[in-house]
């Protein structure tokens, strides 16, 4: 607990930094918590030191931890790989998905989510790399996929995600990041009304800040390295 209050105080600390060094507005930038494989007595801590926002890769694993922490009002954020066969679970119990990268996904939260919930907040998840095994959509069917996510109504899109190629190099780290948020600007252009630019995770947050993220998520700086 009081390590889990050290590394929070710590990662907030350069967030903050990270906001002042950059021109960023303070407080612009969400600390998403990324809480996959970490227990549920451990994001009760967080939440008990005011984090609200928790990311999960595991629809298993995420549904116990859900419903152990039903009454905390966490925002919990899907961010894993999506599988067909998982998407009603997603659509119930979270909200929202940041590793959109197809339409069968997408219409298929749509179609599973409540009317009686508000629409599911949705990212795209931009492949900046290019990298042919990771996922995300190409840079170039970005703006297909948003144009054919925009009238789903049970999904509210948002922005988008980028999880780049790891790289310990500053420069190379901004680049991925800078690609994404132009991808957005042009999108922005267009018409579309986007917030969110959900990008950084302990490795290149400062340089995900520099760029313009809203959204940093964060795993083994809260948490420490992960054992499984
Ligand atoms: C695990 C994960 C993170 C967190 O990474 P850390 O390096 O532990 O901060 C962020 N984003 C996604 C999509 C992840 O799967």
Known sequence: MNNLNDRLQQVR???AEAERQFGREP???KLLAVSKTQKAADVLAL???GVSDFGENYVQEARAKIGQLSGNSLTWHFIGPIQSNKTRQIAEHFDW???VDRIRVAERLNAARSPDLPPLNICIQVNVDAESTKSG???DEVEQL?????PLPRLKLRGLMALPAPTNDFAEQRRGFL????LQEQLMDKGYRLDTLSMGTTNDMRAAVAEGATIIRIGTALFGPRTR
């Open 137 to 139: 959509v190409g840079p």
């Open 179 to 182: 690609r994404t948020r132009r």
């Open 27 to 29: 407080g612009s930038v």
């Open 47 to 49: 939440a008990q030191l």
């Open 13 to 15: 600390l350069e967030v």
């Open 146 to 150: 948003a144009e054919q996510i925009l």
């Open 97 to 99: 998905v940041h590793s």
